[in-house]
Nanobody, 126 residues
Framework: QVHLVESEGGLVQAGGSLRLSCAAS????????MGWFRQAPGKEREFVAA????????NYADSVKGRFTISRDGAKNTVYLQMNSLSPEDTAVYYC???????????????????WGQGTQVTVSS
């Protein structure tokens, strides 16, 4: 069992930055692959970014590539999502997710994840 606790999101102006964090417990951190997803009102949950258990490989949705960065800190058992150049289209509830995995593989499909955080609201004003 993996327990995930996300940081508070927030309200930010367009063009601004925000960093989300997600602390994991219950399993050796390097043995879980992590991902970030988001869901806007009236829309399906969509992939944002993913990182392998080793931390050596990551992947991004085209809509955030070049603006968002996913990273992980093994000493803190935490994964981060640094979000820059935010736009109102980034407004959503953001979720972190985890699944057992070692090595270099990352996962884009939400159905491939076993554990989810509680979600945190990110609102970008124009």
């Amino acid at each position: 069992q993996v327990h995930l606790v996300e940081s508070e999101g927030g309200l930010v102006q367009a063009g601004g930055s925000l960093r989300l964090s997600c602390a994991a417990s219950g399993r050796t951190f390097s043995s879980i692959a992590m991902g970030w997803f988001r869901q806007a009102p009236g829309k399906e949950r969509e992939f944002v970014a993913a990182i392998s258990g080793s931390g050596g490989s990551s992947n991004y949705a085209d809509s955030v590539k070049g603006r968002f960065t996913i990273s992980r800190d093994g000493a803190k058992n935490t994964v981060y999502l640094q979000m820059n150049s935010l736009s109102p289209e980034d407004t959503a509830v953001y979720y972190c997710a985890a699944r057992p995995s070692v090595g270099w593989r990352w996962y884009r499909d939400p159905y491939e994840y076993d554990y989810w955080g509680q979600g945190t609201q990110v609102t970008v004003s124009s």
